[in-house]
């Protein structure tokens, strides 16, 4: 499932190439990419048509497009109105949103059809392909965040859609700190790897970054949160940060052709992975300072977790 860095390298796409523009016509070729629109394909349909797309944001892996009607004052693509909906867009196991040119055919498993207002040099369209159809769109009423900070990375209105009011802020949100984490975790012995993937504390966070953020920072995954320090927080959300930049820069984590940006580009950071999905093999840090570590995969929560057997040993009394 893709993960907080590769729904940011799409929502970067979509401020580049949708924003600003509005919604000329509307296609639902899949109701059950909306099922969880109330009113089903009509009511969406009469949401989204003729609206500007004013922002792209996203909060952990809720991607949305901010909407507003185009005022009869303006001219040009941009609302003056501000955005009192949102359109949601979850990606789910093999969601993928595509702007390409009108003439190019359609994909085999498209869902939804958007045909945008021209701009200069770019195209035409933006299509939802979903293979699995885990995922989906919908419309959701945008409301204020209770910490009066803006709904999500990418959009800097006090407000969020109530379909994603319910998930912490997101590992690369400016309000995300470790002592709000701290404050959270104090008491808790959850292990480290559940907390981070506790999306109401903070969200973003999957299988894949995790395992990479507790490799750096030499941590086994049952570590009980209790236990860290302030300055263990800080060091853990900065491991955190450093892999998630680095996977924005590499395009995200592309393990099949299902993940794949706007321009229908896969990303290659699994390619710079030292821990997930290296079982077996010489622990990179370990190889590098003459120690015997060697990945390892273990179960974890109906997944697999990998580590070092050697620099993220288990804490003893555990």
């Avoid at 929502?11 to 089903?40: A, F, K, M, P, T």
């Avoid at 949401?47 to 500007?52: E, K, L, P, R, Y």
């Amino acid at each position: 499932m893709p993960e907080l860095p590769e729904v940011e390298v799409v929502r970067r796409g979509l401020v580049d190439w949708v924003v600003g523009r509005r919604i000329e016509h509307v296609e639902v070729h899949d109701s059950r990419s909306v099922r969880r629109q109330v009113g089903g394909p009509e009511a969406f349909l009469a949401a989204t048509s003729s609206m500007v797309i004013t922002s792209a944001a996203r909060r952990g892996k809720f991607l949305w497009l901010t909407l507003a009607p185009e005022t009869a004052s303006d001219a040009g693509n941009d609302s003056g109105a501000e955005p009192r909906f949102a359109l949601m867009a979850h990606l789910g196991m093999s969601g993928q949103m595509l702007v390409e040119d009108a003439e190019q055919p359609w994909e085999r498993h498209l869902k939804v059809r958007f045909v945008l207002s021209e701009r200069d040099g770019a195209p035409a369209e933006l299509r939802f392909i979903d293979q699995r159809i885990f995922g989906g769109m919908w419309i959701s009423e945008l409301t204020p965040t209770p910490d009066h900070g803006p709904g999500g990375v990418g959009d800097q209105a006090h407000s969020i859609p109530r379909a994603a009011s319910h998930i912490g802020r997101d590992v690369l949100d400016p309000m995300t700190n470790a002592q709000a984490l701290r404050k959270q975790w104090r008491n808790k012995r959850t292990g480290i790897k559940n907390a981070l993937m506790d999306q109401s504390v903070i969200s973003g966070v999957g299988n894949i970054y995790a395992d990479e953020a507790l490799w750096r920072v030499r941590r086994h995954y049952d570590t009980p949160v209790s236990r860290l320090s302030l300055r263990e927080i800080g060091e853990l959300l900065e491991a955190l940060r450093a892999v998630m930049n680095s996977a924005l820069d590499a395009g995200g984590t592309s393990f099949d052709s299902l993940y794949v940006n706007v321009n229908g580009a896969s990303g290659y950071f699994d390619r710079s992975l030292n821990a997930y999905g290296r079982a077996g093999e010489p622990c990179p840090r370990c190889e590098r300072e003459g120690k015997p570590g060697l990945i390892v995969r273990e179960p974890w929560g109906g997944r697999s977790s990998y580590r070092c057997s050697w620099c993220q040993r288990r804490p003893r009394g555990l």
